[in-house]
Every structure is written in structure tokens, then in C-alpha cells.
């Protein structure tokens, strides 16, 4: 089983980027479609973006399409988050998430996941 490890979270102000890189352990790294969520304060867990486990296929929240991209790297195990144009609303603690092994296609339903990292905070500021 994979497990997965959240870094690049901080404080930045409307309008920068951020990168967040999600560290996977786990010989199945590569045949998992990899996704990340965010939570905010008081309010429930809510997807962001999706890769497949080849990286051919990529699914995005409406709300963060055209601002962030997800991308992976199958060698090093890694799968990122590039933020740009950064809104007070991206304000929440993000989540690198997994699906099962050799479970094909992109995926917005968190129940699809069955592994998920500790989190990482992000905080824009006006």
C-alpha cells in the first residue's frame, strides 16, 4: 500500500503561487491515480484535481481550472500541485490522496481514494 506525505503548504498573498509535492512510499506508486482535496474551516472536504496513473488523463475542480495544475512523476514518486493565481478562497489544508492500485481513470468522489497523506496547509492572504 502507498503512503503519502504533503509538503510545499504556507502563507502567501492573492495573486502568488505555490507548489505543493506529495512524497508517495509504496511499490504500486505507478499504477495509482493520484488526486488532491482541500478542506477549509467548517466546511466538508472538496476536491481539487485528479491525474491518472499514466498522467495522460487530468480532471479539475471548476473553481481552480485554468489556476493549477497537477502533474506527476512516476520515477521519483512524486505527484505536484502547481497553484498560481492564488485567491483568499484557496484558503484550506490540502490533501494528497491515492486510489487503489491499477484503478484506471480520474476521479473526483473522494470515496474513489483509499489512502490519504496528513495534509498541508495553505493560507492566502488579501
Known amino acids: 500500500q502507498v503512503q503519502l506525505v504533503e509538503s510545499g503548504g504556507g502563507l502567501v498573498q492573492a495573486g502568488d503561487s505555490l507548489r505543493l509535492s506529495c512524497a508517495a512510499s509504496?511499490?504500486?506508486?505507478?499504477?495509482?491515480?493520484m488526486g488532491w482535496f482541500r478542506q477549509a474551516p467548517g466546511k466538508e472536504r472538496e476536491f481539487v484535481a485528479s491525474?491518472?496513473?499514466?498522467?495522460?488523463?487530468?480532471y479539475y475542480a471548476d473553481s481552480v481550472k485554468g489556476r493549477f495544475t497537477i502533474s506527476r512523476h512516476n520515477a521519483n514518486s512524486t505527484v505536484a500541485l502547481q497553484m498560481d493565481s492564488l485567491k483568499r478562497e484557496d484558503t484550506a489544508v490540502y490533501y494528497c490522496?491515492?486510489?487503489?492500485?491499477?484503478?484506471?481513470?480520474?476521479?473526483?468522489?473522494?470515496?474513489?481514494?483509499?489512502?490519504w497523506g496528513q495534509g498541508t496547509q495553505v493560507t492566502v492572504s488579501s
Open positions: 509504496g511499490r504500486t506508486f505507478s499504477y495509482n491515480a
Open positions: 490522496a491515492a486510489r487503489p492500485p491499477r484503478t484506471d481513470g480520474v476521479s473526483s468522489n473522494y470515496k474513489a481514494y483509499n489512502r
Open positions: 491525474i491518472s496513473w499514466s498522467g495522460d488523463a487530468t
